[in-house]
DNA sequence: TTGTATGCGTTATCAA
DNA sequence: TTGATAACGCATACAA
């Protein structure tokens, strides 16, 4: 009876304290705060001034309970560490760090099922829009995102049957223009070596074969793959490997950088001349292949502005401006170095 | 009056309608989710039963309001692509995956100012725990964190004064012996190569001057510094500066693996043997240190175990056992390798 | 352009 | 161990 006042609250100032300080209802706050041009300008300016002098912070949870609608933005990756997907979540947190929104990563391991779990808990909190990665959701995560009611961006591929929006390249023209690439080079004994092997690099394999089959060069003996993660080192054991299979092996397409380097460090320590008795293709190019010695060829790949396009999507459609174009393919780039240059 | 049912809400199913089904109160179901125990075990059944048959998820903004706290760990970072960073992000979301926990990740690109920024957006969540990186907050984020009313954890750095608990290593101690460990070698012109320059780059130096000086070998021309980020080009370049500065150089301590890895590049690029004629140390000990050719001597950081830890003990706090120790210091490893081996 | 009444889905409080 | 009631802080619906 004697305190109505906040039981819970930790005392922080609520809209309605800035509305008494304001001489004005609560909703008139909430109005200047999200629409200011709805409210006239002398009421704008008194509640700015009230908000300055509480330090009011609107709470985004009641906000999101009162709206049924969050300021987030779900994301998705694979993986946290792999330089590649950082690259996209920095386009996402770039395009989105000066707006109202937050992020929510998820890193689902390269796991179909962790994915359909960190769906359900994302949409738990009604987001504002969902990225995801890849075309390859299981079926119930695809059931989920067709429901969500919000925007859905898949990213990094393209592909002709887009859940919402889709932003991405195709990996199989990406591998099949590095083999070929190779091929024209003058290679004749070209390899495949792949790690993690997931539906991506699959698709690069597919453009690997196309290109080698197409040279009427195709040898199942010239690819060596595994399932493991992706480093340095599993370079240098998967060039080995395939080394020992194919002698007369004389150049690699690479799953990625990594893999890449790793036949790098393992030419120079054996002594193997590259590009003269080995030529070496990576993918992505990361800063590190155009220094390298000798400089390594790669394919470039747009994932900085992977992330910024998927934001600028999703951004519009929420704004109420649906996108004509559903499906953007940003393509990339083969970038010839040292590494191929005989 | 038709239907007092929701207005607004998806017509997904709520607490009340679990409540119904089970034939218990909401409040019931409420305890039943959060504390079993709490619970006789006969409605915990009921409950647990509606809960599947019905597909019921919590709201977690709901909770989040009425509760004034969040399951949320607010966790604030320079960087998202500098793999230093990311496999501590790693640890962090490892060691929170399989709990109730979301994670709001903050970039503050080693912005002071943002990382106030991010501060103010984060607590209006009331988050559960803050994970920030370094020890060297603005007074107002200082501020801020000191009165979250939640568990801090500042990661990355030791120190003696937490905000309230700490884990990380010295980067001092990191550099010092780094520097050491090439004198020690026999090296006497032995430079320091740093970008970026954030304050844990600047301990570094520092426990580089230390050493060099303990030894007698100091001198600032020796020292080779930009603000510019760090890449792998970027070593290569500062390598270069350095060089032009001090032809007599016979070694480089480098911030970090990056730079280390451009300085080998540029070495096999203008013929300089390592170690012979220069030797290389860098710092983290990424994958590709110990592939590279000649294999580079690195500090090993725990950098994993740091974001684990961190988790660790905010877990703690929240579970009311306040931890003992305030302060860890996980320490690092100096990796001696070809590059330094003469 | 502004305000009133009401509800969002959950948990804290207090009582049984 | 369980439940009735009243917030939590804000935005929607509708009226003025």
Redesign the interface.
């Known amino acids: 009876m004697m305190k109505p006042r906040s039981r819970?609250?930790?005392g922080r100032p609520t809209i309605a304290d800035v509305a008494r300080k304001a001489g004005v209802s609560a909703i008139t706050v909430s109005r200047a705060l999200r629409e200011p041009e709805r409210v006239s300008k002398e009421l704008r300016r008194q509640i700015q001034h009230a908000v300055g002098e509480l330090g009011y912070?609107?709470?985004?949870?009641?906000r999101?309970?009162a709206?049924?609608r969050?300021d987030v933005f779900g994301v998705l990756v694979p993986s946290?560490?792999n330089?590649v997907f950082?690259?996209v979540?920095?386009g996402i947190?770039d395009s989105l760090?000066d707006g109202p929104f937050?992020?929510?990563?998820g890193?689902t391991h390269y796991s179909g099922l962790e994915e359909e779990r960190l769906l359900?808990?994302f949409l738990?909190?009604?987001p504002a829009a969902l990225i995801v990665s890849g075309i390859d959701q299981t079926a119930a995560a695809r059931r989920l995102l067709v429901t969500a009611?919000c925007p859905v961006v898949q990213i990094m591929e393209t592909g002709p049957d887009p859940i919402d929006m889709l932003v991405g390249f195709s990996h199989f023209d990406g591998g099949r223009v590095a083999t070929q690439h190779m091929i024209n080079t003058g290679y004749r004994r070209v390899g495949f070596l792949g790690a993690r092997m997931d539906p991506r690099s699959q698709r690069r394999l597919a453009g690997y074969r196309a290109a080698a089959e197409g040279a009427g060069l195709f040898d199942p003996r010239l690819v060596t793959t595994t399932p493991v993660p992706s480093?340095?080192?599993l370079?240098?054991e998967l060039f080995r490997e395939a080394l020992a299979k194919v002698p007369t092996l004389d150049a690699v397409f690479c799953n990625n950088d990594?893999i890449a380097?790793?036949v790098l460090?393992?030419c120079?320590?054996a002594s193997i001349d590259v590009p003269g008795k080995i030529g070496i293709t990576g993918f992505n190019d990361l800063?590190?292949m155009?220094?390298?010695?000798p400089s390594v060829t790669s394919i470039r790949t747009p994932r900085y502005e992977i992330g910024r396009n998927a934001v600028a999507m999703a951004l519009e459609e929420i704004d109420g401006n649906r996108p004509e174009t559903r499906v953007i393919d940003l393509g990339f780039e083969l970038i010839p170095r040292e590494s191929t240059a005989r």
């Open positions: 819970r609250g930790g912070m609107p709470d985004p949870n009641a999101a309970l709206s049924a969050a946290l560490t330089n950082a690259e979540v920095r947190y760090s937050r992020i929510q990563l890193d359900h808990l738990s909190q009604r009611g480093s340095v080192s370079g240098r990594d380097l790793g460090f393992e120079h320590r800063d590190m155009h220094v390298a010695y």
